[in-house]
């Protein structure tokens, strides 16, 4: 039966879908008042819509496994909808309940990607691929753990971070995406996207850092209550709007991009933000934040030799600082520009990236890509392209 549901705090309409085994876009259709990209409040009724349950009856040569396959249900999920069947004597002609797919892949298109998803997703990495390392590189202002995760066994490391700005999330999904895509490469010895991505991992390993601002992405995801612990701030922060799509900083209002050691003081003279805000605040003093300060602490314990930072918008890829960068860093820039289709920008006037700092630091290369191309939040239908494109700059980085 259909029922009315009333939103909690930290719902998000996807969560919803998910919890009761529908579908986002049956949630959607049962309550047009809502869009996908709306932010719900808690308080607000939704309708839960009933759920149509698919069924199957047993054909000659079924198994429950070859059944799973075909309709990308999990044996578990299979069993506990069909209480009593017993998968060594199936017979034919028996009706079967399918359950609601969950998809053989562990990172499904969940939005919003937030950080609840990314947690889960990682936990479940985990389980299914145990040669993984998971690591917690520090907390973030409101205490969520930053999670980092490092794959293949090479000595030359190539990192790539995501959604250091909040309404950048779907950096964190494509990066997941990405990040399992290659471990089941590796697991299995089948080629990613024409790349023998195994053999790339026993010369460069993968880290990774999805989600460098979890308190962002879940502010511009799932908005302000008065019992957020910033409320008063982040309202005056945000001009008294609850619309905080707009916002790209941390959950203290400063931007993590313009967080690191590299000409701070100039950034911090260019951008003229005399406060905390949605963006382009440098803060007090370079690495205040404790985002920012896990994920330099994280680059120097690490030695890499490359280092990649996932932003939207506007199909562009940043290499230089100052022309510090080396003189490879032109060719990777190329390179990458072929396989994506991205446009190598050189010469911006910007100071305290991350990108900026570490080529200042190390010297070597490192790169800014803008995914994808409108206005953030992008659109969740752009997915699969901005998904296509940073797979082919990275599968290409891994390249030695
Ligand atoms: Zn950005």
Known sequence: MPFDYVIKRGDTLYRIARQNGIMLRELISANPQFTEIDTIYPGQIIRIPERTLRRYIIQQGDTLYNIGRRFKISLEDLLRANSGLDPRRLRIGTLIVLPPSRGMDVVGPAFPYGYTELREDMGLLKQRYPFLQMEVIGQSVMGKDLLAAKLGRGTRRLHVNA??????????????????????????????????????????????????????????????????????????????????????????????????????????????????????????????????????????????????????????????????????????????????????????????????????????????????????????????????????????????
């Open 163 to 400: 959604a250091m700005h909040a309404n950048e999330w779907i950096t964190a999904a494509v990066l997941m995406k990405l990040f399992e895509d290659c471990c089941e490469a590796y697991a299995t010895g089948k080629m990613l996207r024409g790349r023998p991505v195994g053999k790339l991992l026993e010369t460069t390993s993968l880290w990774v850092v999805p989600m460098i601002n979890p308190d962002g992405v879940e502010l511009v995801q799932e908005g302000i209550t008065p019992q957020h612990p910033y409320y008063a701030q982040l309202l005056q922060w945000n001009n008294d709007s609850y619309d905080f799509s707009g916002w790209k900083a941390n959950i203290r209002g400063v931007d993590l991009n313009d967080q690191f050691p590299a000409h701070w003081e100039e950034e911090k003279e260019r951008r003229g933000v005399a406060g905390p805000g949605p963006r382009d605040y440098p803060g007090d003093a370079p690495l205040t934040e404790p985002e920012a300060k896990a994920l330099a602490d994280y680059t120097i314990a690490s030695n890499f030799q490359m280092v990649i930072a996932l932003h939207t918008q506007g199909q562009e890829i940043y290499y230089t600082y100052r022309g510090l960068e080396p003189p490879e860093s032109a060719q990777w820039a190329e390179r990458f520009a072929q396989v994506s289709f991205y446009r190598p920008v050189p010469n911006i006037e910007s100071d305290a990236g991350y990108k900026d700092w570490f080529i200042q630091e190390y010297r070597r290369p490192g790169f800014t890509i803008e995914s994808g191309l409108g206005v953030n939040p992008l659109p969740v239908s752009q997915f699969p392209e901005i998904y296509r494109q940073v797979s082919e700059i990275v599968l290409e980085a891994l390249e030695s």
